[in-house]
């Protein structure tokens, strides 16, 4: 009995350590905002976390992918071949942005799912474009699981625009796909739009080819990456 009642304070006094021990670590660790991580994730911020341009979700809490990188994005068998150096391009300039990798590209064509939840993040070359989006080129959707991006589709509108890839020179009659999916890459990490002239600029002119990240969109990345 002593022996019992010995072992159940010990393991309460164990356990509150351990806690405080995480939560000294992790307020010390984490970037512009504080949380408590646990298993990569952040389960409490202590105020709202600054946006950093990610999503956040009720709790202030920036969503992004934290640990679970990189990102797996499929090109499905619907985009044409044609633009599958571009799209590996793209995720090589986040790449190397930030210096290691967060988006790895491989094309899939015997992968038969739609845009849906199913935890594999793909790339479709959409020709029954919703009419009431008609003036999109493309959108990117995500599922989250409390602060974390489980699952990431981008969809691109091959209904109401041309494309062209960058080594076909500009046009202004198609969009540069290369600078389009580098934008929506930017959505699969998390980032929201920028105002100015960096790549998460919301509007993306026919012909215009923008391959430059802007120090302020790098620096905001660093939030989660
Ligand atoms: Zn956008």
């Given at each position: 009995?002593?022996?019992?009642?010995?072992?159940?304070?010990?393991?309460?006094?164990?356990?509150?350590l351990v806690f405080l021990v995480l939560l000294s670590t992790e307020l010390l660790s984490c970037k512009k905002?504080?949380?408590?991580?646990?298993?990569?994730?952040?389960?409490?911020?202590?105020?709202?976390?600054?946006?950093?341009?990610?999503?956040r979700n009720s709790m202030g809490i920036r969503i992004s992918w934290k640990a679970s990188l990189p990102v797996n994005l499929l090109i499905h068998?619907?985009?044409?071949?044609?633009?599958?150096?571009?799209i590996i391009a793209a995720a090589n300039l986040w790449n190397t942005a930030k210096g290691?990798?967060?988006?790895?590209v491989t094309r899939d064509d015997t992968?038969?799912?739609?845009?849906?939840?199913?935890?594999?993040?793909?790339?479709?070359?959409?020709?029954?474009?919703?009419?009431s989006?008609?003036?999109?080129?493309?959108?990117?959707?995500?599922?989250?699981?409390?602060?974390?991006?489980?699952?990431?589709d981008i969809r691109i509108n091959a209904?109401?625009?041309?494309y062209s890839t960058t080594a076909q020179s500009t046009s202004s009659s198609t969009v540069n796909l290369e600078s389009l999916i580098l934008h929506e890459m930017g959505?699969?990490?998390?980032?929201?739009?920028?105002?100015?002239?960096?790549?998460?600029?919301?509007?993306?002119?026919?012909g215009k080819i923008r391959l430059n990240l802007s120090s302020d969109e790098l620096s905001e990345l660093s939030c989660e990456y």
């Open positions: 009995m002593r022996l019992e009642k010995y072992i159940k304070i010990d393991s309460r006094k164990y356990l509150l905002g504080q949380s408590f991580k646990f298993g990569g994730q952040d389960l409490f911020a202590f105020g709202a976390q600054d946006s950093c341009h990610f999503n068998k619907s985009v044409p071949a044609i633009y599958d150096k571009d290691k990798t967060l988006i790895n992968f038969t799912n739609g845009v849906t939840n199913d935890g594999h993040n793909v790339i479709f070359w959409s020709t029954d474009w919703d009419a989006n008609s003036k999109e080129q493309a959108l990117t959707s995500t599922n989250t699981d409390l602060s974390r991006i489980t699952d990431a209904k109401n625009f041309g959505h699969v990490l998390g980032l929201q739009h920028f105002d100015g002239d960096g790549v998460m600029s919301a509007y993306l002119p026919n």
